[in-house]
């Protein structure tokens, strides 16, 4: 079974940093596209960031020049590093990944989420 493991999260105040890990874990074939969604309190969902297998990466405009995505595709993880933080990026933060659990299969995963609390 396919498994998206986040840790990190936290209380911090404006202006701080955290950083955040999501590891896939169980047997699949490989992880393609992932990426991190938050969701604030009665908010829809929204995109953050994403990257891709060979690295390429797509930001939320409003996390551009603070938030910083990277992945070991070795260990099957990715990291958010998140900087000069606001209130306004208090969220639920969850893991997505686009994982081929066989060949020429693809199915969306989701972690279980992690809270980031930002004080002003």
């Known amino acids: 079974q396919v498994q998206l493991v986040e840790s990190g999260g936290g209380l911090v105040q404006a202006g701080g940093s955290l950083r955040l890990s999501c590891a896939a874990s169980?047997?699949?074939?490989?992880?393609?596209?992932m990426g991190w969604y938050r969701q604030a309190r009665g908010e829809q969902r929204e995109l953050v960031t994403t990257i891709t297998r060979g690295g390429n990466t797509v930001y939320a405009d409003s996390v551009k020049g603070r938030f910083t995505i990277s992945r070991d595709n070795v260990k099957n993880t990715v990291y958010l590093q998140m900087n000069s933080l606001v209130p306004e990026d208090t969220a639920v933060y969850y893991c997505?990944?686009?994982?081929?659990?066989?060949?020429?299969?693809?199915?969306?995963?989701w972690g279980q989420g992690t809270q980031v609390t930002v004080s002003s």
């Open positions: 169980g047997r699949f074939f490989t992880v393609n596209t």
């Open positions: 997505n990944a686009d994982i081929s659990p066989m060949l020429g299969q693809r199915r969306d995963y």
